[in-house]
């Protein structure tokens, strides 16, 4: 109950496209990589702090800056995982 109370304040906070780039690309390239909850954490953390990091050095906003940090390196896991399956299957 207290999960959906929060999803559902900070998409109407912030936006769903920042609650999802925050919440949901962490655990799907965990998922797709096939890595663990705590890979999921740090992926997020990482990814999260470089998006401040840059939207303050660049002067740019904060939720531009998450989601178009987050965007490129979760397309970058899926090709990934997608290729590295291909080239397990043939061999």
């Known amino acids: 109950?207290?999960?959906?109370?929060?999803?559902?304040?900070s998409v109407s906070l912030v936006?769903?496209?920042?609650?999802?780039?925050?919440?949901v690309a962490p655990a799907l390239v965990?998922?797709?990589?096939?890595?663990?909850?705590?890979?999921?954490w740090v992926y997020g953390a990482v990814i999260n702090t470089a998006g401040i990091v840059l939207?303050?050095?660049l002067d740019l906003p904060t939720g531009f800056?998450?989601?178009f940090?987050?965007?490129p390196l979760w397309d970058f896991g899926v090709h990934f995982c997608f290729v590295f399956e291909r080239v397990q299957?043939?061999?």
């Open 1 to 9: 109950m207290l999960f959906s109370l929060t999803i559902t304040s």
């Open 15 to 23: 936006g769903v496209l920042i609650v999802f780039s925050i919440l």
């Open 30 to 40: 965990s998922l797709l990589l096939k890595k663990g909850l705590l890979f999921a």
């Open 55 to 57: 939207s303050f050095y």
């Open 65 to 67: 800056s998450l989601v």
């Open 69 to 71: 940090f987050a965007s």
């Open 89 to 91: 299957k043939s061999s």
